[in-house]
């Protein structure tokens, strides 16, 4: 599954308790497709034993530069396609902040041509303590990707900073560094994800079955790819990304279109991915209305166009990309008469009476209209596979460098 298909990934795994959680991570990436070679430190070890390590990435786990092969601490660094440190310990951090190279991992780390990933975790004031901070600045300003620790309760029974990020998380930074160099990095895409909700009264709304999956895919997609990612996301349930960290979460049409307005004049592309609202009640109630009252129709009025007011409002080479949801005969027609409107490279006609396709499902069934009217459509495929089948043909319209 890309990225990870055939790539290579090598995890140090540094003696902290999270590395029983670095065992899901090298599980997750095997399931992925990617060859995993651990490299565990003589404290790592006491921790999660090479056993389990080498169940799940099927590959003999190296511990020490005495052993195998004399130069694979020269050699494994140069064989990998991302490195990551989970957990990397205030030692490691330590280490490789002042190029210390006396056991395998930190002698493979100082010996490898890329950057890592590196995961801390470690008691609080371990990690506030100046000198953790002052490594942590080093290796920054070195170029490794530093990746948490995260908020939360530590192994001594503590709250504060320390923990380790969760796998997911790290396996979107390895996903990010096996595909760095895109025409994509760097450049700002916007999302929109999910339905919106209007109000009908103070408790109930008009709303759609969008979960926001499809649009987060392509929000996830592009992080990974090195964008700059806004995603604009309305109520639906799915979790956005942990890796996205410009998220804006909007309830209403007008709450969207704010949002994307403020996000869209310097955009390189904008992906119009949320089932937004075509109408709203007109007069919400600011209570809750009563079954007594006997409601027989609620009036409503059209709401904002986002699409048409972002397009609007952005640049002429930013390259826009819009979702329609159609069923029936005159579906592909009306797509390419929305592509027309609203001035969009491409629409992704997603049709919900389509076994598997469009709403609350992971997969989806889209064909992909251009403004020269070509109509391609795609299988069934993953949420996850139609957001990079679709980045790839967007990326066709970036300008050149
Ligand atoms: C029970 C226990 C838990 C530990 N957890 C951590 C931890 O989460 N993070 C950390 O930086 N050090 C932790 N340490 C201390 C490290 O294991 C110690 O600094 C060790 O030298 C690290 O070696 P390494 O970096 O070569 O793996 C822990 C020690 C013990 C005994």
Redesign the pocket.
Known sequence: MRPFDARRVLIG??????AYKTVELARRLRQKGAEVQIIL????A??VGPTTFEAVTARPVRQSMWEKNALDHIALGAWADAIVVA???????A?LANGLAN?M??STLLAAPRRSILA????TR?YEHPATQRNLERLREDGHVIVGPAYGEL?EGEEGW?R?VEPEMLLAHVGRALEWKTRWRDKKVVVTAGPTWEPVDTVRFLGNRSSGRMGQAIAAAAWRRGADVVLINGPGHAATPPELDNVHLVESTEQMAEAVNESAADADAIFMVAAVADYRPARPEDRKIRRSEGLTSIEVEPTADVMAAAAKRARAECVKVAFAVESGEDAVESAKRKLREKGAHLVALNDPSQPGAAFDVDTNRVSIIDAQGGVEELPLLLKTEVADELLDRAEGFLPGD
Request: charged share 15%; proline share 6%; no cysteine.
């Open positions: 795994v540094a003696g902290g308790i999270a430190t003589e404290n790592g006491r921790f957990p990397a310990t205030a030692n490691l951090l280490k056991d991992l930190s801390p975790a470690m008691n371990m192994a320390g380790m």
